[in-house]
Antibody, heavy 120, light 107 residues
Framework: QVQLQESGPGLVKSSGTLSLTCAVS?????????WGWVRQPPGKGLEWIAE???????HYNPSLRSRVTISLDKSKNQFFLNLNSVTSADTAQYYCASRWYDNPYGMDVWGQGTTVTVSS | DIQLTQSPSFLSASVGDRVTITCRAS??????LAWYQQKPGKVPKLLIY???TLQSGFPSRFSGSGSGTEFTLTISSLQPEDFATYHC?????????FGGGTKVEIK
């Protein structure tokens, strides 16, 4: 069973870049899953950010597209999120999550989440 | 983008009550809808997928139905451990989107 674990700085300065890592364990990142990121601002709902396949195919939320990059490193079995030009609106709990490629069944595996605060 | 509207956004219910939450999509999404349960301070968990298939590990008092633009999540007899926020998500097209969430609290 795949497990995911996020890591990264909990505090990012306004206008800086938020960089997060999701470590995949229990299986290879080259299996047929979408690897993605979801965030949740304090007291608010969930927002899908982006997802990628091991082939390099990516999809982004248009609302964040100009600031976001998702990538992966097969050798490390990890994938990454970079969000630049951050503001206080980017303060949130960030989750990495995965779903199977060959059916739209939902995100069945989630990391524990990491809190990111944007400071001025 | 496909908008998902959940209703109600908050509901107060008693143990043993039958609870129904609705998720309406701004355009047809077939049965490409998932429901998640999120307890306070915890990670969302996939509860139902393909609109009506119960994820392994969840009790049968949870059920989902619907297709096209209207979907429901029903808890047949609310239990103390069911008090949580429930989110719907469409997986029909990008960007993937979530509903605003429904918080179920104890009356």
């Amino acid at each position: 069973q795949v497990q995911l674990q996020e890591s990264g700085p909990g505090l990012v300065k306004s206008s800086g870049t938020l960089s997060l890592t999701c470590a995949v364990s229990g299986d290879s990142i080259t299996i047929n899953k979408w690897w993605g990121w979801v965030r949740q601002p304090p007291g608010k709902g969930l927002e899908w950010i982006a997802e990628t396949l091991h082939s390099g195919t990516t999809h982004y939320n248009p609302s964040l597209r100009s600031r976001v990059t998702i990538s992966l490193d097969k050798s490390k079995n990890q994938f990454f999120l970079n969000l630049n030009s951050v503001t206080s609106a980017d303060t949130a709990q960030y989750y990495c999550a995965s779903r199977w490629y060959d059916n739209p069944y939902g995100m069945d595996v989630w990391g524990q989440g990491t809190t990111v605060t944007v400071s001025s | 983008d496909i908008q998902l509207t959940q209703s109600p956004s908050f509901l107060s219910a008693s143990v043993g009550d039958r609870v129904t939450i609705t998720c309406r999509a701004s355009q047809g999404i077939s049965t490409y809808l998932a429901w998640y349960q999120q307890k306070p301070g915890k990670v969302p968990k996939l509860l139902i997928y393909a609109a009506s298939t119960l994820q392994s590990g969840f009790p049968s008092r949870f059920s989902g139905s619907g297709s096209g633009t209207e979907f429901t999540l029903t808890i047949s007899s609310l239990q103390p451990e069911d008090f949580a926020t429930y989110h719907c998500q469409q997986l029909d097209s990008y960007p993937l989107t979530f509903g605003g969430g429904t918080k179920v609290e104890i009356k």
